[in-house]
């Protein structure tokens, strides 16, 4: 019973955190069309999207614990495990190239110089961590699928 408790957490909250990541990626052809200033503007929309912080943090730790509680399932724990790095990774992604730029910006409110090598960094930044949090996501749907409670 926790075990299917820690999969539907693990699995709804890295889905949540696709959500913002997935939004980045979707969007960054537009982005890096815009002048600077039109791009100083877009940017304004993320005001309050620090929560998913939270969101990010509770699949960490839930994966991570899915990861621990199917440790006697070989095939299942490498999966959770695989997904738990990943979110690690998309978490240390943010915090070496996203936050970085955040406060260089003043959570852009400040044009940035070079304003084309912060923006850069911080849209591919979020581009690799869709993709981690992708991968992170499918992999806990394989690890809970496979999964043989028996």
């Given at each position: 019973?926790?075990?299917?408790?820690?999969?539907?957490?693990?699995?709804?909250?890295?889905?949540?955190?696709?959500?913002?990541?997935?939004?980045?990626l979707f969007e960054l052809p537009s982005k890096m069309a815009l002048a600077?200033?039109?791009?100083?503007?877009?940017?304004?929309?993320?005001?309050?999207?620090?929560?998913?912080?939270?969101?990010?943090?509770?699949?960490?730790?839930?994966?991570?614990?899915?990861?621990?509680?199917?440790?006697?399932?070989?095939?299942?724990?490498?999966?959770?495990?695989?997904?738990?790095?990943?979110?690690?990774?998309?978490?240390?992604?943010?915090?070496?190239?996203t936050y970085p730029v955040n406060r260089a910006t003043a959570f852009w409110t400040?044009?940035?110089?070079?304003?084309?090598?912060?923006?850069?960094?911080?849209?591919?930044?979020?581009?690799?961590?869709?993709?981690?949090?992708?991968?992170?996501?499918?992999?806990?749907?394989?690890?809970?699928?496979?999964?043989?409670?028996?």
């Amino acid at each position: 019973m926790l075990t299917r408790l820690l999969a539907v957490i693990a699995i709804i909250s890295t889905a949540l955190y696709l959500v913002p990541t997935g939004a980045h990626l979707f969007e960054l052809p537009s982005k890096m069309a815009l002048a600077p200033a039109d791009y100083m503007l877009v940017q304004r929309i993320y005001s309050g999207w620090q929560w998913f912080g939270v969101v990010i943090a509770a699949a960490i730790v839930a994966t991570a614990v899915l990861a621990v509680r199917l440790r006697g399932d070989r095939t299942a724990f490498t999966w959770a495990m695989a997904a738990a790095v990943c979110l690690v990774a998309a978490l240390a992604d943010f915090l070496a190239f996203t936050y970085p730029v955040n406060r260089a910006t003043a959570f852009w409110t400040s044009l940035p110089n070079p304003f084309e090598a912060a923006r850069w960094q911080w849209e591919y930044s979020h581009a690799a961590a869709a993709l981690l949090t992708f991968v992170a996501l499918v992999a806990t749907v394989i690890a809970v699928l496979r999964h043989d409670p028996r």
